[in-house]
């Protein structure tokens, strides 16, 4: 569907709507303001050493993945995200993250930080990577 045909999507966001949007998504866990705001070609890079990595393209892709538990309950037991920080510039945003997570294959809670990484073109998202310590977090969630 071409970008105009999009109910809800325009051609660009503020920077106060893109922070207000990363914001939704990662403390009330709503990915839907986000939504519009993502080039149709969006790029999502999740590193490869995590049970739920690669590299995922489209609007769509990034709903799948921001839908539930990243793993789904295959990984975890559960999942909590604290949302630290946004740090704000013209063609980016940085996202520090502290989760609470239990693995299901040793049952004990973990805590481990990540960074995600927004970068904007024109007023619009068109990537987002993670960064995580995947060392702290792969012995646990194997």
């Known amino acids: 569907m071409p970008l105009a045909e999009t109910p809800g999507t325009r051609d660009a966001y503020t920077q106060a709507e893109l922070a207000a949007a990363i914001t939704d998504l ?13 080039r149709d070609d969006v790029v999502l890079k999740v590193p490869v050493t995590l049970p739920y990595g690669g590299e995922f393209t489209g609007r769509d892709a990034f709903d799948r993945f921001f839908t539930g538990t990243p793993g789904g309950g295959d990984v975890w037991d559960s999942f909590t995200v604290h949302l630290d920080d946004i740090i704000e510039s013209d063609d980016h945003f940085v996202v520090q993250l502290t989760n609470t997570a239990v ?16 970068k904007v073109v024109g007023g619009r998202f068109t990537s987002a990577q993670l960064y995580a310590d995947t060392a702290a977090v792969q012995p646990a969630a194997a």
């Open 26 to 38: 990662f403390k009330r866990r709503d990915r839907h303001p986000i939504l519009p705001m993502l």
């Open 103 to 118: 693995p299901k294959g040793s049952g004990k809670p973990v805590i481990f930080q990540n960074l995600w990484l927004f």
